[in-house]
């Protein structure tokens, strides 16, 4: 069975402290990984596609990296407006989501 | 800023009532899909339209009824719910539904069934 875990499930962080989010995955036949933002009460917000380990993309302070099993979104020097929940998904047979993790950033 | 396009942002609704949501994309996408996700959970699917015709249904209710009148439009029509209904409704679409690629959300359509 096709499985996504995002960890950790909540993180707070001070404005300016660099860190990563995990996700890690078990499908049959990856075609792509992707990395949404979510703000509370909006749909998901496209960041990033991932679909061959090694790859690595990069949008302002965010960098999404892919291995076979896993993938991390960096976020460098964060600022408030980058506090979300932060969504990963593999596409397989269909799209599966990781449960997601809560990034708070500290002013 | 999304070119999914979804009405009404909000919406309450009856048990009784008969209401429709509706998604909007002029992205020329081929696939078309509708989630619904509660608070602190992540989409789950509902629907999947590839070239206007039904190709998934994760055995909804019938009480939601899907609609794909041409390329651009999806609608979502909604009988006698359920207050277990309310939740967050996004429609989103891709190039192609097999192929891997990326999709993109609406803002999605808030509903509260009373």
């Known amino acids: 069975e096709d499985q996504v875990t995002q960890s950790p499930e909540a993180l707070r962080l001070q404005e300016g402290e660099s860190s990563s989010l995990n996700c890690s995955y078990t499908?049959?036949?990856?075609?792509?990984l992707f990395w949404y933002r979510q703000d509370p009460g909006k749909g998901p917000e496209f960041l990033f596609t991932?679909?061959?380990a090694g790859e690595e993309k990069e949008k302002e302070r965010l960098k999404a990296t892919l291995t076979k099993k896993e993938s991390f979104l960096h976020i460098t020097a964060p600022k408030p407006e980058d506090s979300a929940t932060y969504l990963c998904?593999?596409?397989?047979?269909?799209?599966?989501f990781g449960q997601g993790t809560r990034l708070t950033i500290n002013p | 800023d999304t070119e999914v396009t979804q009405t009404p942002k909000h919406l309450v609704m009856g048990m009784t009532n008969k209401k429709s949501l509706k998604c909007e994309q002029h992205?020329?996408?081929?696939?078309m899909y509708w989630y619904k996700q509660k608070a602190k959970k992540p989409p789950e699917l509902m629907f999947v339209?590839?070239?206007?015709?039904?190709?998934i249904n994760e055995s909804v209710p019938s009480r939601f009824s899907p609609e794909c009148p041409n390329s651009s439009l999806l609608n979502l029509h909604l009988h006698a719910l359920q207050p277990e209904d309310s939740a967050l409704y996004l429609c989103?679409?891709?190039?192609?539904?097999?192929?891997?690629?990326?999709?993109?959300f609406g803002e999605g359509s808030w509903l509260t069934v009373v």
């Open positions: 989103a679409t891709a190039w192609d539904r097999d192929q891997g690629n990326t999709i993109y």
């Open positions: 499908v049959s036949g990856l075609r792509g």
């Open positions: 992205m020329g996408h081929r696939a």
């Open positions: 991932l679909y061959s």
């Open positions: 998904a593999v596409q397989a047979q269909k799209l599966v």
């Open positions: 339209y590839s070239y206007e015709k039904l190709s």
